[in-house]
């Protein structure tokens, strides 16, 4: 068994990069795509500010259709559309395209349950202060449901950790891969252990900011 962490060493770290790379695009990509799509699925429904009975029943079935299927599927399924779009189905490119678009959809179920579960109060308070629908949602909606979105952002981003996992499954980089190639593939179990212990720092450490900010934003 290969225990020689001196070689080891750099390409573990190389991976961490690889990994925190992939994560931070696809949650700043598929964050802010699901905000939007999240702020619309709200904004739609019925008896809300952009009451839109046809396009809150498409997005609601997007999302339903897309949530539910396991990433490695998923990746696999949108490949015709990461190679018209990426230009290649293997790689961190291809990987961070997939992952962007599942975490969109994802995001966009957070955040509108998120919005749903604001007091109503704040809105009409908001309109009768003639406030703009567009307003509303930006500067009313979104800040008084900051304290939880936070936290449904830092699911989400634990959720984006465990995908990233899979992109060595692709021919992606990261710990993932690097558990399979330098772990798995060589029956070397101590490799293995070191990638589940890097992981799970990451994600303690991903919660702990996660829940610092949203104290934060509840005693702002």
Excluded: C
């Excluded at 994560?23 to 905000?35: D, E, K, R």
């Excluded at 919005?115 to 567009?134: K, N, Q």
């Excluded at 959720?159 to 399979?180: E, P, Q, T």
């Excluded at 330098?182 to 070397?188: C, P």
């Amino acid at each position: 068994m290969n225990r020689d962490w001196s070689e080891l060493s750099p390409i573990l770290w190389e991976s961490v990069r690889e990994t925190l790379y992939i994560v931070g695009v696809t949650v700043g990509a598929g964050g802010l795509l699901g905000l939007v799509l999240g702020v619309l699925l709200y904004a739609t429904r019925r008896g809300n500010l952009l009451e839109n009975a046809v396009v809150f029943t498409i997005l609601n079935v997007a999302v339903n259709v897309v949530r539910p299927i396991p990433f490695i599927i998923f990746i696999t399924a949108v490949g015709p559309v990461t190679l018209a779009v990426v230009g290649t189905t293997i790689g961190n490119d291809a990987v961070i395209f997939a992952m962007s678009i599942m975490a969109t959809f994802v995001t966009a179920r957070i955040v509108e349950q998120n919005l749903v579960a604001t007091d109503p109060g704040v809105v009409e308070a908001a309109r009768a202060m003639g406030a703009s629908r567009l307003r509303i949602l930006v500067t009313v909606l979104v800040p008084e449901a900051l304290a939880p979105l936070i936290l449904g952002y830092t699911f989400l981003l634990i959720g984006i950790v465990d995908m990233s996992a899979l992109a060595g499954y692709v021919g992606g980089g990261g710990l993932g891969n690097f558990a399979i190639v330098y772990g798995y593939q060589r029956f070397n179990w101590e490799v293995t252990l070191v990638t589940v212990l890097v992981i799970i720092g990451m994600v303690q450490l991903a919660q702990l900011l996660g829940n610092w900010l949203a104290r934060k934003a509840l005693h702002r």
